[in-house]
């Protein structure tokens, strides 16, 4: 049985929005040293961060949904159930050089305190990988098709709207610096690098 984005990476027509999502992402954090151990929270299944980080680096991933922690623990190194705004104490013992969140943010009611968090348990030196979708009027267009059709399970999952990258840009500079970003998918979706000094770049 595969998990879900294992079949959303693979299948027409939902395999190229996240390819564009997996290659922006790939290309915003080459040159970036990406510190162990990685946090992902919101991993879902694990596909995806595996697809952008690698299956030789250690990754620790949080997630709500049990049915997608089951498929991550066959991924990711260790997997707790938990809300991403009440992390396990587990997830919160330790520090990360690396914390991932990928299409997160917009399914909690408040994603400031989730950065809260965060901030908390990145190491000084760690850099924040951010992933959302903006709420342009191609995104809720084709967010409508999509929550009509084959994704009904995401219909009104969305809790938070980024309706611009200033928007976002502005709830993490609170907390971090923005180094660097890329628009994919048409505008749709924005990678975004944060760390709390500027990340050291290869050479």
Known sequence: MKSYYEISTTSFPS???????VE??????????????????????????????????????VDIDPEMVKFAKKRLDKVYLGSIEDPPTEILNRRYGTIVLMESLEHVNNPERVLDITEKLLTE????????????????????LWTHSRGKRWKDAHLFKFKSERQLFSILEKRFKVVQYKKTNLGCIIVTICSRKEAQRHG
Do not use: Q
């Not at 395999?15 to 999502?21: D, P, Q, S, V």
């Not at 030196?125 to 979708?133: M, S, T, W």
């Open 125 to 144: 030196d760690g850099l924040l990988i951010v992933i959302v979708p903006l709420e342009t009027l191609l995104f809720r267009v084709i967010w409508w």
């Open 15 to 21: 395999k190229y929005w996240h390819k564009g999502i």
């Open 24 to 61: 922006a992402a790939k290309s915003v954090i080459n040159g970036y040293k990406i510190a162990e151990p990685v946090l992902d929270l919101g991993c879902g299944d694990g596909v995806r961060a595996r697809m952008i980080l690698g299956d030789s680096v250690e990754i620790i991933g």
